[in-house]
């Protein structure tokens, strides 16, 4: 139990275009989920906390007109990113919080999205 | 702001050794420590946790070990094995900080035959 998905794993676009990466939570129901960016040998960087029903919570120095969260149910959220630049390219990695879990403290995460900005 | 960092970035051992992988944290509010496992190309896998009320958690081949008083979060792996190589990261949540949880930059542990 207690499976994300990402989708796509890998996605290769054109400088300018946007790109929605997808996170589903698959057995659980998550009214939270994170949002993290991950560079090349570095560690994981949060980038926003989703909430289901509300708006998205950014961490200081992410842009929200640049990467667009959209937490539309209890089991899936979207990072858009918009006019994409190579800068952007990235592993992309969201985890969800189970809604009710057995502690405060779960967070599952997906395995993670490839970004390539051509 | 705070942040939670390693003294080693690299670690290599043979196979069959024990492994220990060091933590540093900053945030004397953090109160929950999770070890991640995360091999290239995937997302963490979740290692092993420990609360800030305790000093030592075990698990299958693995220990957790908190030091509170110099802020220092320790894993230890028993009988290293191959499959054992990733990179390893610390990360903690202090209390009311709405579930969002501080990585640590990241240990490589390569598991030589």
């Known amino acids: 139990g207690a499976v994300v998905s990402q989708h796509p794993s890998r996605v290769i676009c054109k400088s300018g275009t946007s790109v929605k990466i997808e996170c589903r939570s698959l057995d659980f129901q998550a009214t939270t989920m994170f949002w993290y960016r991950q560079f090349p040998k570095q560690s994981l960087m949060l980038m926003a906390t989703s909430n289901e029903g509300s708006k998205a919570t950014y961490e200081q120095g992410v842009e929200k007109d640049k990467f667009l969260i959209n937490h539309a149910s209890l089991t899936l959220s979207t990072l858009t990113v918009t006019s994409a630049h190579p800068e952007d390219s990235s592993f992309y990695i969201c985890?969800?919080?189970?809604?009710?879990?057995?502690?405060?403290?779960?967070?599952?995460f997906g395995p993670g999205t490839r970004l390539t900005v051509t | 702001g705070e942040s939670v960092g390693l003294h080693l970035p690299t670690l290599s051992v043979q196979e069959g050794d024990n492994s220990i992988i060091n933590c540093a944290y900053s945030n004397s509010a953090s109160d929950y420590f999770i070890w991640y496992k995360q091999e290239s190309g995937k997302g963490p896998q979740f290692i092993i946790d420990i609360r800030s009320n305790m000093d030592k958690r075990q698990g299958q081949r693995v220990t957790v070990l908190l030091n509170k008083t110099v802020k220092h979060l320790s894993l230890q792996i028993a009988a290293t094995q191959p499959g054992d190589s990733a990179v390893y990261f610390c990360?903690?949540?202090?209390?009311?900080?709405?579930?969002?949880?501080?990585f640590g930059k990241g240990t490589l542990l390569t598991v030589n035959p």
């Open positions: 985890s969800a919080r189970p809604t009710g879990g057995r502690t405060s403290y779960e967070q599952y």
């Open positions: 990360a903690d949540r202090s209390w009311g900080s709405n579930y969002k949880l501080t």
